[in-house]
């Protein structure tokens, strides 16, 4: 184990904290502007029609890693009896109507039943396993209702937006997000369905990566010093916070001619997504709408999409394709629909292991090579967002140039990363045979 700098800190008590804090924080700027918060609107789920019935099970097949498989099947019908019951007063009461799944408050009540078993007929190690177990679920479930208010945040309390500063930029990439547009079109509807769905279901396959991870804790009596969830939440909480210093929109909302039934209306600066590209002219920043977030840089779904294919090495083979395809997939649908510019990509995968390494050495221990390597990370996410603000005309004017440089950055990044977890890892460093001995092979 190399030498640690810093003491370690308790992840479960540090995450609790911080989630309570910024949940309450956040309900109180929601209620500011006259809305329900991520604590008002969890609590409603208990009884209407949830959001997300996908992720609600997700979940709650999160929570039963600490559970045995007897009480598994008996926790899985018991949800779906539950749903069953409300469907049919939904049904009797004529309240089935609106786009909210009509499934997942079983899932929510099995969650809170066993919180409550946790409490008051369970003790020791194993009261503390199963709230651990609870917490991890109700985690996923908090973190959703708190990005869905965060963005709301940035609408209302950010109405000039960056767009054209990262349009102008981004052609020193090539304008991806123009050229993926035009694809995605001539693919037809059938990819764009198989996009989209990957494209909203990302927490969906966090969970099915974490479940291969956590496959062992009701055995071991214990969860893994890290996995994905923890850089998943990370990744939520902290990436809100620079939609705030950059607000952007996307270039389907800044650019956007309604290609794909969406657009900017009259508060577009121009249609010319994604068939005429941006002419190079001077950017300056724009007022946008005070519905539609600004959520683009960096692009969360990047990070989230590259956390899933670190933590898929580890797995199967079909594990491993399948974190390859949901990167590439992710990729193209952020592109492909116009949801974000090729730099929004860019700083989304710097952020992304930055954030790894950083939610890593917080359960392994802080030593140099992980502050050397979140202070390269941060340095270059930093300069990536500060080239975008004051350089744009420069990239745009010279990309052969800046081009490189950009996705060189992110690939000092990348190095930087392999080369410090191959350290971390005693499986991945080859054993070294004794010297002068012949071994055959």
């Known amino acids: 184990m190399p030498p640690r700098i810093f003491s370690r800190t308790n992840p479960w008590l540090l995450a609790g904290v911080v989630l309570v804090g910024f949940l309450i924080a956040l309900e109180f700027s929601a209620r500011h502007y006259g809305l329900p918060g991520p604590i008002t609107n969890q609590l409603q789920e208990v009884v209407f029609a949830p959001k997300s019935g996908p992720l609600l099970y997700a979940s709650m097949a999160l929570m039963m890693v600490v559970l045995t498989w007897r009480q598994r099947f008996i926790s899985l019908g018991v949800a779906i009896g539950i749903d069953i019951?409300?469907?049919?007063?939904?049904?009797?009461?004529?309240?089935?109507?609106?786009?909210?799944?009509?499934?997942?408050?079983?899932?929510?009540w099995v969650m809170l039943g066993w919180a409550v078993v946790a409490v008051t007929r369970r003790a020791g190690d194993e009261r503390l396993l199963l709230l651990k177990g609870v917490g991890l679920g109700l985690l996923l479930v908090a973190g959703r209702k708190a990005g869905d208010t965060w963005l709301l945040i940035t609408a209302k309390t950010r109405p000039v937006v960056l767009d054209q500063y990262v349009a102008v930029a981004d052609h020193a990439l090539g304008d991806p997000s123009w050229l993926m547009g035009r694809v995605l079109r001539a693919v037809g509807p059938?990819?764009?369905?198989?996009?989209?769905?990957?494209?909203?279901?990302?927490?969906?396959?966090?969970?099915?990566?974490?479940?291969?991870?956590?496959?062992?804790?009701?055995?071991?009596?214990?969860?893994?010093?890290?996995?994905?969830?923890?850089?998943?939440?990370?990744?939520?909480?902290?990436?809100?916070?620079?939609?705030?210093?950059?607000?952007?929109?996307?270039?389907?909302?800044?650019?956007?001619?309604?290609?794909?039934?969406?657009?900017?209306?009259?508060?577009?600066?121009?249609?010319?997504?994604?068939?005429?590209?941006?002419?190079?002219?001077?950017?300056?920043?724009?007022?946008?709408?005070?519905?539609?977030?600004?959520?683009?840089?960096?692009?969360?779904?990047?990070?989230?999409?590259?956390?899933?294919?670190?933590?898929?090495?580890?797995?199967?083979?079909?594990?491993?394709?399948?974190?390859?395809?949901?990167?590439?997939?992710?990729?193209?649908?952020?592109?492909?629909?116009?949801?974000?510019?090729?730099?929004?990509?860019?700083?989304?995968?710097?952020?992304?292991?930055?954030?790894?390494?950083?939610?890593?050495?917080?359960?392994?221990?802080?030593?140099?090579?992980?502050?050397?390597?979140?202070?390269?990370?941060?340095?270059?996410?930093?300069?990536?967002?500060?080239?975008?603000?004051?350089?744009?005309?420069?990239?745009?004017?010279?990309?052969?140039?800046?081009?490189?440089?950009?996705?060189?950055?992110?690939l000092s990044v990348i190095d930087g990363y392999i080369r410090t977890t191959r350290k971390w890892d005693p499986e991945s460093t080859p054993e070294r045979r004794p010297e002068g001995r012949l071994e055959l092979v």
């Open 85 to 108: 019951l409300f469907l049919l007063v939904r049904w009797a009461a004529g309240a089935l109507v609106g786009g909210s799944h009509f499934f997942g408050n079983g899932a929510l």
């Open 190 to 410: 059938v990819g764009s369905h198989i996009l989209d769905w990957v494209y909203i279901q990302l927490a969906v396959a966090a969970v099915l990566v974490a479940l291969y991870q956590l496959r062992n804790v009701a055995a071991e009596r214990r969860f893994p010093s890290h996995h994905v969830v923890r850089t998943f939440l990370a990744i939520g909480l902290l990436g809100p916070a620079v939609y705030m210093v950059f607000p952007v929109v996307g270039p389907v909302f800044a650019y956007g001619n309604g290609a794909f039934g969406t657009g900017g209306g009259h508060w577009a600066v121009a249609y010319l997504w994604p068939d005429t590209h941006l002419p190079i002219t001077a950017p300056q920043p724009m007022t946008y709408d005070d519905i539609t977030p600004r959520n683009c840089m960096p692009s969360l779904h990047t990070a989230w999409a590259t956390a899933i294919f670190l933590h898929s090495r580890k797995g199967p083979r079909f594990m491993r394709f399948a974190g390859t395809f949901w990167l590439v997939a992710t990729l193209s649908a952020t592109l492909g629909f116009g949801y974000h510019y090729g730099a929004d990509l860019v700083a989304g995968v710097v952020f992304a292991l930055t954030v790894e390494v950083a939610v890593r050495s917080f359960a392994r221990g802080w030593d140099r090579s992980a502050i050397q390597l979140v202070a390269h990370g941060v340095t270059v996410f930093a300069a990536l967002l500060l080239a975008y603000r004051f350089l744009p005309m420069e990239m745009a004017e010279h990309p052969w140039v800046f081009g490189p440089l950009v996705i060189l950055a992110m």
